[in-house]
């Protein structure tokens, strides 16, 4: 526990009405988005609101003095467990700090706060036209500080990549409490180790981000989305890498089993073909042109190799409802089991028919439904196990066939986690895809910067 | 009742955090436990018995405004709001009622005849405590309110009294009942008489049940279920004796009650479950029937700017969005602007905004920015609570923008009369003209 002189330092830092220290609310902080079920012993000592760099580097600071650990947060929408605290820790949240500083048209880049949520910066830039791509499914109410933590990904990163991409610079508060500026506002920079790349998915045991400089680029003026369907899942999924390798970049490439096909239209009827085994979701973007070209070339591949229906949306509200599809996914198999625990092992998008196939072994072996689901453009699948947290003997199945697909993808040249992060739920597996000497260099790294072990301990290092 | 009755419905949050987009609660707060899965993690720490059932607990679950927003986005289909009240009632059965509400509810408004004498007498001894200004009144005494808080005062005769009990429409095509609902009864009597006289005018015959009281929503808002399911009892038993096409609510919190909840409160009650059922089917919201019937005749122009504010329980209760719209749209002349998010949380919430009214000033404060932004010259929105609330965020910031019910909208393009439409049946007796 943290002691009365701590807590009232801490106290004096912020004021009291940016300290949280009730034990209902304090429990509330027990959690995050990820199924790691909700444990009262790992309820922080105080929950603490910095509003600035300098506020965040005195905590450290004291941190480092007294000993205590501290677990950055931003909206606790992450599914890994990367904010969930130890015992005794000190929750820190970086949401007041959420202003967009600047928007720089001419050089297309931005400077904000960590606070700021990804939605809400995404629409400010689209509002002057310019474009920030990576869109996690938690856009709505995830904050760009927990992004660039856990370098977040989304669909579109098949053909925009993540939130890695287009971090230029940061402003970073160390575990020994230096604020440190990182990168350079320039789209090249060689100066020195890259520590922006080093900090960005650093999962918050490296440095809290307290400033945050990304590259935009024009926004794209017109999109297009069209639904291939297949008797087969695995044609299915062998198409996906056949559309990139016949030259096409679709902005979003999304594949859906029959689980999830059924699942949604029994939740709401959109008119998904139930006899299919698989649909691909695909969006081109780029010149309004362009959009049928891409769109009749990535059809006609999709037919080449088994699909025996293309449907085209005709306008943006179908399109819309092809989406809205995609996103009930989570919510119509929810009514099947209340448990959703989503996994995000991804392989090289060759590998995917083959990781399908040992996904869909395992899930028989364990006696669990497994639908799969993913942003198969790029190869990340999302393996989502069905289940019921309040049935034990289900829930060790569960934990069974979560390891087995992890070894069974790494296996394929895969790794353990897309774009989720480790966090503590893959912790225990990392040196399964790191090598011990390769856990070894990163705990070293952490050690180095972290001599105390301040910064979100057993978080994402192997603990 | 057991805090593990609750189980089946907890698990099915994932903790994903999607509550945290659209609650009007955490976006002034910040903070967990005031969105939805905050709350419903503290439900699931009271089943486990990680936490006792405190205060602080309470206080927790006092900070909901049932908007209904969490459970419109939930991925899971987690209805949040019916969960926070859920756990109000396990609360105030293990704690018990803040002597205030016990009085309020169990004593005041359970008992028909003391709240109709009580709110009777009101308007003799209302100038003791209230102020008036142009705009409305404001308090003298903190009384329970906020002393900066606009309040309307109670109507010096309800809108029941001197009403029969039937009125006939001249060639009738349609006949309803009107649940008048306390708020316009006691406090916008003109929302009443318009919505009267625009059925009558319309071909509509209205029965005004007089044994109509409270549906209840104020008990199981506070989570007195006891007296919210003596009240629905009392409501059902009152309309069942009305052969109707259609039960007209004026109020989307009554109306979503009058439909929704009661199938909840009497779904294990076999007397009383066909009497929610056969209620549920006839309830319609007013603008919803008018909608559906068609109006009949020209609508007289207006020129004017008008924006509509959507009241959580019509648009998320009872699903009514399209129909006030559809009206409005259908006049001509008037200009009709769009608010930004106009189906966000007014922060009004019934008594929520008598416990908490700073934090209801916040969430008011940003719908009035939204409403400033249309250029309106007047609101229209479908629910007396909102009108209340709308107008107390619109005098704070010292506008003339007038808030009206929609029936009061209607009534000016139907009956044609040019009257302002607020005050003007409370003040011109001349425009008392029901038959």
Redesign the interface.
């Known amino acids: 526990m943290l002691n009365t002189e701590t807590r009232q330092a801490l106290i004096r830092i912020l004021g009291p009405e940016h300290v949280l220290e009730t034990p209902e609310d304090l429990l509330c902080y027990a959690y995050d988005a990820s199924p790691i079920p909700m444990d009262p012993s790992r309820m922080p000592s105080l929950v603490v609101f910095p509003g600035s760099a300098e506020e965040v580097s005195q905590i450290v600071l004291l941190a480092n003095e007294k000993g205590f650990a501290i677990c950055p947060r931003g909206a606790g929408s992450n599914v890994s467990g990367g904010s969930i605290p130890d015992r005794d820790a000190v929750v820190m949240v970086l949401s007041r700090m959420n202003r967009i500083l600047t928007i720089d048209q001419l050089n297309m880049t931005a400077d904000l706060e960590p606070g700021v949520i990804t939605e809400q910066f995404q629409n400010a830039v689209e509002k002057v036209g310019l474009f920030y791509p990576p869109d996690p499914s938690s856009k709505g109410f995830s904050t760009m500080g927990g992004n660039v933590a856990e370098c977040a990904g989304g669909p579109r990163g098949a053909k925009y990549g993540v939130t890695r991409d287009y971090v230029l610079a940061l402003e970073v508060v160390m575990p020994t409490g230096e604020i440190v500026h990182t990168g350079a506002r320039t789209m090249k920079s060689v100066a020195g180790l890259d520590l922006t790349r080093l900090l960005v998915g650093s999962e918050g045991t490296l440095g809290i981000i307290t400033r945050i400089t990304v590259r935009l680029l024009a926004l794209p003026p017109a999109k297009k989305t069209l639904m291939a369907i297949f008797p087969d899942l695995e044609k299915a999924s062998e198409t996906v890498a056949r559309i990139f390798t016949g030259g096409m970049v679709p902005t979003t490439l999304e594949l859906l089993d029959k689980t999830f096909i059924n699942a949604i239209e029994d939740y709401r009827q959109i008119g998904l073909p139930r006899d299919a085994e698989a649909i691909l979701l695909i969006e081109v973007d780029g010149e309004a042109e362009s959009l049928d070209r891409q769109a009749d070339r990535i059809a006609e591949i999709c037919r080449q190799h088994g699909a025996t229906r293309i449907q085209v949306a005709k306008d943006a509200a179908e399109a819309e409802e092809l989406w809205i599809a995609r996103r009930s996914a989570f919510a119509s198999v929810s009514r099947i089991k209340p448990s959703i625990i989503g996994e995000d092992a991804t392989v090289p998008r060759a590998a995917i028919p083959q990781a399908i196939r040992e996904v869909q072994a395992i899930a028989a072996r364990h006696r669990l439904t497994i639908g799969v689901l993913g942003h198969a453009g790029d190869g990340n699948l999302h393996p989502t196990i069905l289940a019921d947290e309040r049935d034990p003997d289900e829930m060790r199945r569960v934990e069974l066939a979560v390891e087995e697909i992890f070894r069974a993808l790494l296996a394929l040249g895969g790794t353990l986690s897309g774009e989720h992060g480790i966090g503590r739920m893959k912790s225990p597996f990392l040196n399964l895809e790191t090598g011990k000497a390769g856990l070894e260099v990163m705990r070293r790294i952490k050690q180095a910067l972290d001599p105390k072990n301040i910064l979100n301990p057993a978080i994402g290092l192997g603990d | 009742m057991d805090w593990k009755d609750l189980?089946?419905d907890v698990?099915?949050c994932?903790?994903?955090?999607?509550c945290?987009?659209v609650c009007p609660i955490f976006r002034e707060m910040?903070?967990?436990?005031a969105a939805t899965r905050?709350k419903i993690?503290?439900i699931?720490?009271a089943i486990?018995g990680?936490?006792p059932d405190?205060a602080?607990?309470s206080?927790?679950m006092s900070l909901c405004l049932a908007c209904k927003a969490c459970a419109a986005n939930?991925?899971?289909?987690v209805k949040g709001d019916q969960l926070v009240l859920a756990a109000r009632q396990r609360l105030v059965e293990r704690r018990g009622l803040p002597l205030i509400k016990r009085l309020a509810l169990r004593f005041f408004l359970r008992n028909r005849w003391i709240f109709r004498t009580g709110m009777k007498l009101g308007p003799l001894g209302q100038r003791l405590v209230l102020r008036r200004i142009p705009q409305g009144s404001l308090p003298r005494l903190p009384m329970g309110l906020d002393r900066r808080r606009l309040v309307p005062e109670l109507a010096a005769s309800p809108l029941r009294e001197g009403l029969p009990e039937c009125i006939e429409a001249a060639e009738a095509r349609g006949r309803v009942a009107l649940f008048t609902g306390c708020m316009v009864n006691h406090i916008y009597p003109e929302i009443g008489k318009a919505a009267i006289e625009v059925l009558l005018n319309q071909g509509i015959s209205v029965l005004i049940p007089p044994d109509q009281h409270c549906c209840g929503l104020p008990a199981h808002a506070n989570g007195d279920g006891d007296t919210a399911r003596e009240l629905g009892r009392a409501t059902l038993e009152t309309f069942q004796r009305y052969p109707v096409d259609a039960v007209i609510t004026l109020c989307g919190s009554c109306g979503s009650t009058l439909r929704h909840e009661y199938l909840e409160w009497f779904a294990s009650d076999p007397a009383l479950r066909p009497l929610a059922q056969s209620l549920a089917a006839k309830v319609q919201d007013f603008a919803q029937y008018l909608a559906n019937i068609g109006l009949r005749g020209a609508l007289a122009p207006l020129d004017a700017r008008v924006t509509y504010h959507d009241s959580c329980h019509l648009a998320r209760g009872m699903g009514v969005t399209r129909e006030p719209r559809e009206l409005i749209r259908a006049i001509p002349d008037l200009v009709f602007q769009e608010m930004e998010t106009p189906a966000r949380c007014c922060g009004a919430a019934g008594s929520f905004s008598l416990a908490h009214y700073d934090l209801t000033r916040k969430i008011n404060a940003r719908k009035t920015e939204d409403i400033l932004a249309t250029g309106a010259s007047t609101v229209i929105t479908g629910c007396p609570g909102c009108i209340m609330q709308l107008k107390d965020g619109l005098y704070q910031q010292n506008t003339k923008i007038d808030v009206i019910h929609l029936a009061q909208l209607l009534r000016q393009v139907i009956i044609r009369n040019p009257i302002p439409p607020t005050l003007a049946l409370n003040s011109d007796p001349e425009t008392r003209v029901l038959p």
Do not use: H, I, N
Not at chain 2, 14 to 18: E, L, N, V
Not at chain 2, 30 to 33: I, L, Y
Not at chain 2, 74 to 77: A, D, E, F, Y
């Open positions: 189980e089946s698990v099915r994932s903790r994903c955090g999607a945290q987009q910040g903070t967990e436990a905050g993690s503290l699931r720490s486990q990680w936490v405190s602080a607990l206080e927790r939930c991925p899971s289909g």
